[in-house]
């Protein structure tokens, strides 16, 4: 299996179908690949539609959380259940484009060569999101990189590609999703960002609230820098008779 796409979902009935035909139409033919949606402990009929769903697409897999743990947790879940060896996330909105795929990906598997794990990161240039919300995003992303120091212009992106062994052998917490690029290069990674396509919502409604997510960044991008200062990445060889 080359690909893993990853999509965690909370209350999205409407967008499944629409962003699974996407993504078929995307992928089909150029990857070995599977689709694993994560629903989060949704409330409507998200579940139903991906079971019905599951039945027509076989490279379709779903797993549910029986209760809402959240969009890091279901990341982890989705990640965990994989069997790709590379991973790439969507957000299950459809704001994200699955075209973007192929391009992060390639990305990706050049980095790669250089034998330390890698982050390819969406960029979203022309956001098709509300102005508070767009305001509120440049703000948290020129903080979180003056004092992450991530070079990331922006994380908040759900299009995102790495390497399934890379992301669990970093540090799990609640709402990690938001600081990938820093934990990545944490581990000696490299990330970069490349630039996406972004689209309106056309069903349902945004989980996210301004305030909310203001006052748990903070808490999180504090305890990231703590997490920062206390990195050792030691050079290793091992010595030995090489003889046959």
């Known amino acids: 299996m080359q690909l893993s796409v990853v999509v965690p979902v909370l209350n999205e009935a409407g967008n499944i179908e ?3 035909a996407e993504v078929r139409s995307a992928l089909d033919g150029r990857y070995h690949f599977e689709v694993l949606y994560v629903d989060d402990g949704s409330s409507d009929a998200t579940v ?9 697409h076989r490279w379709l897999r779903v797993v549910t959380h029986h209760r809402t743990c959240g969009q890091s947790a279901a990341l982890r879940t989705g990640v965990m259940a994989a069997r790709g060896r590379w991973i790439a996330t ?7 484009d699955p075209d973007d795929i192929p391009r992060l990906l390639d990305v990706a598997g050049y980095m790669a060569a250089a034998g330390q794990p890698v982050l390819v990161a ?4 022309q956001r098709q999101d509300n102005a508070l ?5 440049r703000v948290a992303n020129a903080v979180r990189s003056r004092l992450l120091g991530d070079a990331t212009p922006d994380t908040g992106c759900g299009l995102k590609v790495f390497a399934r062994v890379d992301f669990l052998a970093l ?24 630039e996406v396509n972004h ?24 305890g990231v820098m703590w997490l920062q200062r206390r990195a050792c990445l030691a050079e290793s060889t ?3 008779d090489a003889r046959e």
């Open 18 to 20: 629409p962003l699974l």
């Open 48 to 56: 139903s539609e991906l079971e019905t769903a599951r039945l027509r």
């Open 90 to 96: 969507l957000d299950g909105d459809g704001q994200n």
């Open 122 to 125: 969406g960029y979203r240039t």
């Open 133 to 137: 919300k767009r305001a509120s995003s």
């Open 171 to 194: 540090p799990y917490f609640d709402h990690m999703h938001r600081f990938l690029p820093a934990l990545v290069q944490r581990a000696g990674g490299h990330v970069t960002s490349v």
């Open 199 to 222: 689209r309106h919502r056309q069903r349902g409604r945004s989980k996210y609230g301004t305030l909310d997510r203001l006052l748990v960044g903070v808490v999180d991008l504090l």
């Open 238 to 240: 091992e010595s030995g």
